[in-house]
């Protein structure tokens, strides 16, 4: 939400041009500019109600809050609306309205989808991640979260897909299908180097359902590889980093050592 951040081009656009229509038809219908950014890609709407002589509206493009603010003539202003003091004044509304549900709806996906638990049950930090066997990069977050893992703040719960060679699928089978889960998947980490855990002859139909509906909510998410990981920040909003995170990005996601 800071001002700083760029905004969606498409919603720019749209917003510029207006509405044909009055934006003001009636107190429980939407402006017409509000309806058309919501055709491009606008959810989660929420009014915000007059601000400064604005029809305000917050939603999601994506995963990013974004606030709208409609003139009494139907045309739109995508941004934040800046105080004296250059703090965002519909910031704090914003993520309550669209924000928080959100990601507490996102939170909930990843909760109901077939994960592998690394740590402590009763660990105070929970951190989500994509994982293919054969992904080296997500050997090396499995490593570099050793610590916090091992010290019991954090549990790391695999989503595990299988999409990068042709045995991902295989050694994801594996794993999904082996007695202890756990067990499983440290063994396909501890030993990566000298080729991981040992594929599974097949993939059993309950566990391919698993596997693309992982893939599923991958790519929904916003993830175009491995490993795509979620965490909540200190305001309980889910954010995501692809790949292996850089040190200081790691130190957010993983928390206080």
Request: proline share 7%; aromatic share 6%; net charge positive.
């Amino acid at each position: 939400m800071s001002p700083k951040k760029s905004l969606v081009p498409v919603l720019l656009g749209v917003a510029a041009l207006g509405a044909a229509a009055s934006g003001f038809a009636g107190e429980q219908d939407r402006p017409a500019v509000i309806r058309s950014l919501e055709r491009q890609g606008l959810s989660h709407v929420q009014e915000l109600g007059n601000v400064s002589g604005l029809r305000g509206y917050a939603g999601m493009v994506g995963q990013q809050p974004i606030t709208i603010y409609v003139a009494a003539d139907g045309n739109a202003i995508v941004g934040s609306r800046i105080g004296p003091d250059g703090e965002s004044l519909d910031e704090a509304r914003v993520r309550e309205l669209v924000a928080k549900p959100m990601s507490e709806a996102i939170w909930k996906q990843l909760d109901d989808s077939t994960w592998v638990a690394d740590g402590k049950a009763q660990a105070p930090r929970v951190v989500y991640t994509f994982s293919d066997p054969n992904c080296p990069y997500c050997n090396r977050f499995w490593q570099a979260a050793r610590p916090w893992v091992d010290a019991g703040k954090v549990q790391l719960r695999h989503i595990v897909v299988g999409v990068i060679r042709a045995d991902s699928s295989t050694k994801a089978a594996a794993i999904l299908g082996a007695p202890d889960r756990t067990a499983a998947l440290l063994e396909n980490e501890r030993n990566f180097r000298q080729g991981g855990i040992k594929p599974a002859a097949s993939v059993p139909a309950a566990i391919r359902d698993s596997l693309d509906n992982n893939q599923i909510l991958m790519a929904e998410l916003g993830f175009r590889g491995t490993p795509g990981i979620l965490y909540k920040d200190e305001q309980g909003q889910v954010q995501r980093v692809n790949g292996m995170p850089r040190p200081d990005v790691l130190a957010r996601v993983l928390g206080p050592r």
